[in-house]
């Protein structure tokens, strides 16, 4: 049996590329558009826990945060 799990990804464009990451864990993936980067990253999480666990989930707050850099 399968369960879901909601899980929040950010994308950035680098390049040509929509990279897209996984906050809960350390998964990303990419893709020449920003759907192809999160249907990647999906696949890429599918099989990630095919070995790990599913961590607990927590509601991600983001939020920008600026700083100053020399």
Known sequence: MSEQVRLTAAVT???DWYVARCLE????SQ???FEESLDN???ALELYFEDEPVPA???VITAPVQVRVA
């Open 41 to 43: 990253l999906r696949e």
């Open 25 to 28: 864990v350390e998964v990303a």
């Open 57 to 59: 989930v927590h509601d």
């Open 13 to 15: 464009h680098e390049d």
């Open 31 to 33: 893709g020449s558009t």
